[in-house]
């Protein structure tokens, strides 16, 4: 089948102005005579009239021009249809193109784009809402909402928020049930990774595999605020291994261990975040694997 694309720009994400992606869209496709429509995406992920018009036009390809929780929306919302997506990462973060190698440059994304080939990967629901990354409850959530209501986004506010919630961060406690085992905790934060990364190659889930029908489960425990930048940088780097769940587990800083599904009691209404998007918290949440999800255009 001849290839069709629909490039669908978010014209909030990020920092910098479209119309050069644009422009570069527009020359690329057309030199190598790709039937191409370029749209605007839908702030509220409504994509019913996308669904009619892919099918009717015979579309092969959505591109999406934007950052993570665009990638969440168009991709929960068309994974169903015959179709394989793209990404040229123009987000806050980019966590998922990032995770699947792919360039932040536009026009190295865009050679990929046309490379056509595409592999599957993995999502989770968190109850009810899908997610296609890195989610996560505590100290991450609660940036994530602050981050949200800003004016301006970016690298620099996201680290700014991000400085001015370590001070006031305090832990949650949680229940984890898991494989008919439990224990409770209070942690500063869990993610629930599928994807490495929070976003901008910072990595908080070392061994996550987009395709590997796990999730990358990291539990950052009480401690001391001194000793807890030391901790995160041993994640971040790599240093703590994928670990069984063991009795000495209240003596280690941070737990880290893949499943494909768990039960999360939020038994203090930590905040919630889902693909670097705040959502609303509640008490209890049952997360579990989405295999193959849907097809993603990689190097």
């Not at 620099?156 to 961060?169: C, G, P, R, V, W």
Request: a negative charge.
């Amino acid at each position: 089948m001849e290839r069709k694309i629909i490039y669908l720009i978010n014209p909030i994400s990020g920092t910098s102005k479209k119309e050069g992606i644009k422009k570069l869209i527009e020359r690329e496709t057309a030199a190598r005579e790709i039937p191409f429509e370029i749209l605007s995406t839908d702030p509220h992920g409504d994509y019913d009239f996308l669904k009619e018009k892919i099918i009717a036009e015979q579309y092969t390809d959505i591109v999406i021009i934007g950052g993570d929780g665009t990638v969440n929306q168009v991709t929960n919302a068309l994974r169903h249809l015959p179709v394989v997506f793209g990404i040229i990462p123009f987000g806050s973060g980019n966590g998922l193109a990032f995770a699947a190698d792919i360039p932040k440059k536009s026009e190295a994304a865009l050679a990929i784009i046309f490379s056509g080939n595409s592999k599957p990967v993995d999502a989770f629901y968190i109850n009810e809402h899908y997610s296609c990354m890195l989610s996560g409850l505590g100290f991450d959530a609660q940036v994530a909402h602050n981050f949200a209501a800003k004016s301006t986004r970016g690298l620099f506010t996201y680290t700014q928020e991000s400085l001015i919630n370590f001070f006031k961060a305090h832990p949650f406690q949680f229940e984890i049930v898991w494989n008919d085992f439990s224990f409770f905790t209070d942690a500063f934060a869990i993610s629930i990774a599928n994807s490495n990364q929070f976003g901008n190659n910072l990595t908080i889930a070392p061994k996550a595999n987009l395709n590997d029908g796990l999730l990358d489960i990291v539990i950052i425990q009480k401690m001391s605020k001194a000793k807890l930048p030391f901790a995160l940088l041993q994640q971040i780097r790599g240093n703590n291994k994928l670990r069984e769940l063991v009795d000495d587990m209240s003596k280690k800083s941070v737990l880290y261990f893949q499943t494909a599904s768990l039960t999360i009691r939020n038994l203090k209404y930590a905040p919630l975040h889902i693909d670097g998007e705040p959502r609303e918290t509640t008490e209890e949440f049952k997360i579990e694997v989405l295999k193959d999800a849907f097809n993603l255009l990689q190097p």
